[in-house]
């Protein structure tokens, strides 16, 4: 090409999807301009291929960590804290769109709860639960579930993130939502149950069920997740697959690998019961053939991951041999199927290796590898002598042997024939989401104590997580 040649200019934009789904794709724009007629000839030539990442939603408030169940019971609140601020440490909160939720109304809670019960949560308090001996036992509140001060406040924040969660899914504005203060499972509809007093797992799914017509629920808390499966026994339109420890009077005695489901839920409730010291190795063998097989034959439309950290080695109340990697490695595996993803948090008891392994699955989700020292943190001595982020498996004798875990694997991959292709749901109007205004300020009570949310709207913060137009923390 010389100088007299014409102007020639070509501009070639060129898009090709790398996956199916539309958040993973391979750019590729290509250009040539040729100009500069008179002097010299000037060829641009660019080449870009970048895989966009996923859009990934985080929800946390600080008032949910700064509850207290009381003196020596396992459920510490206190780890969400410990957990949020090692996300900070890691600078994991610039590559996430960060939100604090809303507080979930009282008939947000009883799209599944009874009236009567959310009532009931919603008026104890330390100071006149001894006047409700009767209402106390009706509703399963006491020891393991105790009354604390703020205890409902508690609960709508953890069910609001959730509820939340689901809703940025439902709309498309994120791919992927975390909400590690929630997955509190064994909630009932009319009772609280094992540390847990509203199940946002179920307000979660009944909100994903107004844009998807199935959604696969998948716990591996070291406990069966029995107020999840409970719920949606008797649909097709969820199904529930609890990994857990099972047998020995074990808590919540449930969960056997014969609980299948009932009427249209036949075969849509998933259990595998595990022994003692199961491993990394057989636990994920095991976890990849049975979720693989389910999202073939299910073809769920978004998932709901459930990740109690008790199933890590050496936690208080578990009883697992699993590493912080091996724990992960079942959050990295439902991530690469690409579908809209709620993930939770659960039990967990030994709370620097809950802070530890919560943060190793942000990192997971955000495809970011971490350092293994843990960088300075408002929490740094919880987790010394060695500072490191990442924990072996443990010692504990392995009794789920190979022709147990054979078995197993043989009897749900069986059940999971009967489903001859994946249910379907007539079309219909999709219900809106709850519309409630805020209260009016000046109706508040001024002997009542203004929480930090109250606060934040008060006040323009200096401590936000991102500057200018990336600012994503608003309420």
């Known amino acids: 090409i010389g100088p007299s040649s014409l102007l020639l200019s070509l501009v070639a934009l060129r898009f090709s999807r790398l996956h199916s789904s539309p958040r993973n794709r391979l750019t590729s724009i290509e250009a040539i301009i040729v100009v500069n007629r008179s002097i010299s000839v000037v060829v641009f030539f660019f080449l870009e291929e970048m895989r966009s990442k996923d859009k990934i939603s985080y929800f946390y408030d600080g008032d949910v960590g700064s509850v207290y169940f009381g003196p020596n019971h396992p459920m510490k609140p206190h780890r969400l804290c410990m957990t949020h601020h090692l996300i900070l440490a890691y600078g994991l909160h610039s590559k996430m769109e960060v939100y604090r939720p809303h507080k979930a109304y ?115 808390d070291v406990h069966h997740g029995d107020g999840v499966e409970e719920a949606f026994y008797f649909t097709d339109r969820v199904m529930t697959v609890s990994f857990h420890k099972f047998g020995d009077k074990f808590f919540p005695g449930t969960g056997d690998v014969k609980e299948i489901g009932e009427r249209e839920g036949k075969f849509y409730a998933i259990n595998v ?99 293994n020292e843990i960088p300075d943190n408002d929490y740094i001595k919880y987790f010394g002598p060695d500072y490191s982020l990442k924990i072996p498996g443990g010692h504990i004798e392995n009794l789920n042997t190979k022709s147990y875990i054979s078995t197993i694997k043989a009897q749900i991959l069986d059940n999971l024939r009967y489903i001859q292709h994946a249910p379907s749901v007539q079309m219909q109007e999709v219900p809106p989401d709850f519309y409630i205004p805020d209260f009016d300020e ?31 923390d608003a309420s």
């Open 442 to 472: 000046d109706e508040r009570n001024p002997d009542v104590r203004v929480d930090q949310r109250s606060r934040d709207k008060q006040i323009q913060r200096d401590d936000e997580y991102f500057d200018g137009d990336k600012d994503n």
């Open 273 to 371: 019961p595990l022994r003692d010291g199961i491993d990394d190795s057989s636990f994920n063998r095991l976890f990849r053939a049975i979720i693989s097989k389910v999202v073939e034959i299910y073809q769920p439309g978004a998932i709901v991951l459930q990740c109690g950290a008790d199933s890590l080695a050496r936690d208080r109340l578990g009883c697992f041999n699993l590493s912080i990697d091996g724990h992960a490695e079942c959050v990295k595996f439902v991530k690469k199927f690409n579908i809209p993803l709620l993930v939770t948090g659960g039990g967990g008891y030994t709370k620097e290796n809950v802070a530890r392994c919560w943060t190793v699955e942000t990192g997971i989700l955000l495809d970011t590898e971490l350092p």
């Open 106 to 220: 009282p008939i947000e809670m009883a799209q599944f709860h009874s009236p009567d019960y959310v009532e009931f949560l919603q008026r104890i308090n330390p100071e006149n639960k001894d006047l409700f001996p009767n209402e106390m036992a009706r509703y399963n509140l006491g020891e393991d579930c105790p009354v604390f001060e703020d205890m409902f406040e508690f609960c709508q924040i953890y069910a609001g993130a959730t509820i939340d969660a689901a809703r940025r899914l439902n709309n498309k504005l994120c791919d992927i939502a975390i909400n590690w203060a929630g997955g509190l499972h064994h909630a009932k509809k009319c009772d609280a149950s094992g540390f847990c007093y509203i199940n946002d797992l179920v307000l979660g799914i009944l909100e994903l069920l107004k844009h998807h017509p199935r959604v696969l629920y998948i716990d591996i």
